[in-house]
Structures are given as C-alpha cells and as structure tokens.
C-alpha cells in the first residue's frame, strides 16, 4: 500500500485509436477539398503504420508512397518499404536523393566525420520534405505526417524535415502505443520489431543516438507529461534520476520544435495571437 | 507629509522566480536609496507574464519565505510584488502581495482575468473572489490593492475608494497593440483616463506599475504612473524601457481635497445596492426584491 507507484507504459487498445486516427484523416480531408494523400516511406514502422492508416482511409490509387533512399540507406529498409507497398497495393514511387543532396553535403564537409552528421542528416530529411512536397502539388494531395509522441517530445526530428506535414495522424501516439497499432494493422512483423532507425548512417538505431530504449523513454514521458508527476515522483517509481533528468531538459530544451515560431506584435491583430481561426473554414475549402 | 513611492518598471524574466527575486531585490535597494517608503513591481514580476503550463511550477503560497525574505531587502519599507499565488486548496491566482519587514500585510487575487483578444489568462489561472482594503498605518491609511484588467471594471477600484482606500496600487502586465500608431497611442491614453478618473472620483492617490520587456511575440508598455488624489501627475515612467519611477504624495492634503469634493461621503450606497440587486435579479429572469418600506 505503501509502495510508490510503479510508472506504466503509455495505455494501448489500438483498434480504437485505429478508428479514431482514420476519421481523424477523412475528416481533415474533407475538409481542405483534398482526396488524395502522399506519404514517405522509409521502410520502418513510424511510415509504416502511417501508410497502412492512409490505406484504410483512401482507395489504392489515392495513396501515393515515395521511398527516398540515400546511397549509405540500408538495403533492408528498401525491401522493408517494398514489403508494404505490396500489402497495401496503392501507388509508388522511388527517388534517390543522392544527386540532389551531394553537392550540398560537399560543402558541410567528410562523410567520416562523425560531429557532422546530424547537419548531414537534416541534409538529407529536408530533401525528403521538398520531394515529398513536390510531388504533393504534382498529384494533388497533402502530405500525411509521420512523426510520433515519443520523437516530437523528445524533438528527435528535422525541424522543416521529417517534421513537416499537412496533417499528423500518430504525433500524439507514443512509440510503444505506435508499435501496438502497427501489429493491429497488419504491419509486417518483422518491421515492428527491428529496431527503430533514421537510417541517416550506416549502423545508426534511434535508442542508440538516444542513449536509452523506447520502452524506458516512454515510461518516462508519460509520467511527466501525460501524468504530470514530478521528476522526483517518476524516481521514487523506479525510474533511472538521470535519464528522468535528462528527458525533463529534453523536451523543455525542444519546446520550440513544436510551435510555429512567434510574430512580434504591431498591429491590432496579429496572426496566432490575436488573429485566431480554426485551421478551416467555411471559404477556406478548395474547389476540387 | 511626503511619502515617496517608487515603481519599479522591470522585465522579469519568464519563468525564472529565483532569478526574478534577485532582480526585484536590486530594484528595492535602489529603491531604498531613493527614499522610497513604498515600492511597486509589476504583476507577476517574480515569474513573468506567458506561463501557460508553468502556473503551477513558479507558484508560492503567499507565506513563502521568499517573499518574506525580499520584502526584508529594505527596511521599513512597504513592498507589492505581483506573483503566481497557490492557495492551501491548490487554486492558483495572478496575485500581488502587500509586505514590510517580512511580513506579508495583505495580498489581492486578480479578480477580473482577461481572456478574449490576445489574452488567454482564464485558461490558466482562477479569478479572486474579494475586493478589499489594506491598513497600512499613518500617514498612508489604507491601500487598495488591484491587478491589471481589475482596473477596467471601475466598480472595483471604486469599491476600494469607498472601503477608505487613500491609495489605489494597481500592478500590470500590459502588452502593446498597435506600439507608435494613432491606435497604440488610444490605448495608452485608455489607461490614463481610467486612472485619472479614479483619482477624480474617489479623490484617492493612484501607483499604476506596468512592466516592460518582451515575450514572445509580445512587448509591455511600462508608462508607469504616479497621480495625487486631486488627479495631477507627480510622476510617470517611459514608454518601453526600464526605469525606477520615484514621486512624492502629499498625505495631508487629502483631508480638505475630501472637504472640498466630498463626492465619497456623498455616495448613495444603500440607492447603489438597490439597484444593483435589482438589475441582477431581473438579468436572472427572477423576481426583484421587494421595494423597501417608505
């Protein structure tokens, strides 16, 4: 009775949030007038679950999947995003971002050097986003997000790269949760369980950047954020005081990730302070 | 007799009360060597304005030590500090804090919370649930303690007038509209008049403290201002920028100021609440009360 708490895993029952994530893409679907969607693909579960989410709300041929490998991306993530496309039979293209990243990658300097390689890697995910909005515009869709609660908390993403999106159909999903509703969906097995990767080099895993495992990242998040404990409370529960101390700075460190960027106030109405609308509105819908 | 007050038109900053309690505690020393025997800050000076989610990380109780402890910076000296107030239930109030020599003589829980426009605070803070004075001892007698948007309800700096307030103390957070346009200036003025009205009506001395700095997109205005209880002004702050602003009230000149414009005296209060009681109740589509015996 007098035990502390034990500090859970975020709660799981995937087939109603699966539910509730497909309503929630029709709806933002109909109402921007859009019918057809685009998403990147890299072969991992994050993508993975997002495209076979897409895949429940949208016919086939409305779902557009864009793999965009980089000559060091793992060969098995190619055959993984492959492994989904087949389910799934919706439309697909590939584009190799080597050309377009190369000469940019040049001027930030050696392959080798390992203290380049987050710049490296924006490089590379905010080509991705340029594609993918590319070819948005060329197939008349929106492009559906990817990124999870786990990662946006964390600020473990490009800002303008990977983090770029018309709608986020699992950003308020934690990985373990995300994982949950990736089985439930049929996501092929062996892509929710490898462990999970940027894939921005070569032998890069996400829990290796991160310094700890999903399973104890989320634990922790829950509790400070969904639960809104103290960092002394999430210790008292067992949690390790300074990976609790380190995600706490973490995501106050990221804060700025998650938010547009503030305007300075002139006028009489500024937009995002006092010029407030819902994201659509009557008028706002396109012709289609 | 003289009494000097200082405001103290700072920046604090956001969300830092350790670092903000070292600022106002330079602020009160300065103060101190201008002679002030009162010192305004501005609303939420110990934690800043835009919290959102941090209300109840920069919360004290209102006995915290370190109130206390600041107020004991300048001896003898009476101290309002605007903060983020927890009450022993766990509500949380935009507050300011009357103290002297350590110990907390009154505090007033912003009542009227502006959440329309670029305003979000009923979002995040609980409204107070009184208007009341504070003895203070001669020469000053009584303060009335306001937040901010409190000042744009009159009934409630007018109460204070009523309630033998001498001294309206209202602490602000104003963030600029419109900073250098003809609409900028209009919502300056705003301010003005309301202050000057209050001095005019409830020939009662008024300390507005506003601060100044910028957070996020916002930037607050300072102008602090210092009036008599005849309305004149004895002293006011720039616009934008930090500054101490120091003035003299003249105490002894309220008792014929009243003679003179006797218009609290001749208040009919007893009318006022009549109506009052009146129009509530027929906005609540009820009965009004009985008509009292002639």
């Known amino acids: 009775m007098n035990e502390p708490e034990a500090a859970p895993l975020p709660e799981r029952d995937p087939a109603q949030t699966i539910d509730v994530i497909v309503g929630f893409i029709r709806s933002q679907l109909a109402q921007t007038g859009f019918r057809r969607l685009v998403v990147g693909l890299s072969g991992g579960v994050d993508s993975s679950a997002a495209a076979f989410l897409a895949a429940r709300a949208l016919a086939p041929d409305d779902l557009l999947v864009i793999r965009m490998p980089y000559r060091t991306s793992s060969p098995g993530s190619e055959a993984d995003a492959q492994l989904v496309v087949d389910a799934l039979g919706c439309r697909t293209e590939r584009v190799d971002i080597t050309p377009m990243v190369e000469p940019m990658l040049g001027l930030i300097g050696p392959e080798e050097d390992p203290s380049l390689r987050v710049r490296r890697g924006n490089v590379m995910a905010r080509q991705r986003m340029i594609v993918l909005y590319d070819r948005s515009a060329a197939f008349d869709a929106l492009v559906l997000g990817t990124s999870n609660k786990t990662e946006a908390l964390l600020g473990y993403g490009t800002l303008y790269g990977d983090m770029a999106a018309a709608l986020q159909p699992i950003g308020d999903l934690y990985k373990s949760q995300l994982r949950a509703v990736a089985t439930e969906l049929g996501v092929p097995e062996r892509i929710v369980a490898k462990p999970p990767s940027a894939d921005l080099w070569p032998g890069q895993t996400d829990e290796g950047e991160l310094g700890a495992t999903y399973e104890d990242l989320d634990r922790i998040l829950f509790a400070l954020v969904d639960r809104r404990w103290t960092q002394d409370r999430c210790v008292a529960a067992g949690l390790d005081r300074s990976l609790v101390e380190w995600v706490a700075h973490r995501v106050a460190q990221t804060e700025f990730k998650r938010q547009l960027p503030p305007v300075a106030k002139i006028s009489l109405r500024t937009p995002g302070i006092d010029h407030l609308y819902p994201r659509r509105r009557p008028g706002s819908r396109r012709e289609s | ?294």
């Open chain 2, 1 to 294: 007799m003289r009494y000097v007050v200082a405001l103290a038109q700072l920046a604090p900053r956001l969300g830092e009360v350790d670092a903000n309690l070292e600022l106002a505690a330079g602020w009160l020393r300065r103060a101190a060597g201008e002679g002030a025997q009162l010192t305004v800050l501005p609303e939420l000076a110990l934690t800043g304005y835009l919290l959102s989610d941090l209300v109840p990380e920069v919360a004290l109780r209102a006995d915290d030590p370190r109130l206390a402890q600041l107020s004991r910076q300048a001896p003898g000296m009476l101290v309002t500090v605007g903060f983020v107030e927890e009450t022993d239930d766990h509500r949380f109030a935009n507050s300011a804090a009357l103290l002297r020599d350590g110990e907390l003589i009154g505090t007033h829980r912003k009542v009227y919370l502006p959440t329309y426009g670029l305003f979000d605070e009923g979002r995040f803070t609980r409204p107070g649930d009184r208007i009341r004075t504070v003895a203070v001892g001669e020469p000053l007698g009584r303060i009335g303690l306001s937040v901010c948007e409190d000042f744009w309800h009159a009934s409630l700096p007018m109460l204070q007038a009523q309630d033998g307030a001498t001294l309206l103390v209202n602490v602000a957070a104003g963030p600029a509209r419109a900073p250098g346009s003809a609409a900028g200036l209009r919502a300056i003025a705003g301010w003005h008049r309301m202050q000057d009205t209050y001095a005019l009506l409830g020939t009662v001395a008024v300390a507005f403290c506003n601060r100044v700095g910028n957070e996020e997109g916002l930037t607050f205005w300072g102008g602090s201002r210092l009036l008599g209880a005849d309305g004149s002004v004895l002293a006011e702050g720039p616009l934008y920028e930090e500054a101490l602003v120091v003035g003299a009230l003249e105490t002894d000149d309220l008792r014929m100021q009243r003679y003179a414009l006797p218009l609290l005296a001749d208040e009919r209060l007893e009318l006022v609440r009549r109506e009052l009681d009146r129009v509530i109740a027929e906005r609540g589509g009820l009965e009004p009360p009985p008509e009292p015996e002639s």
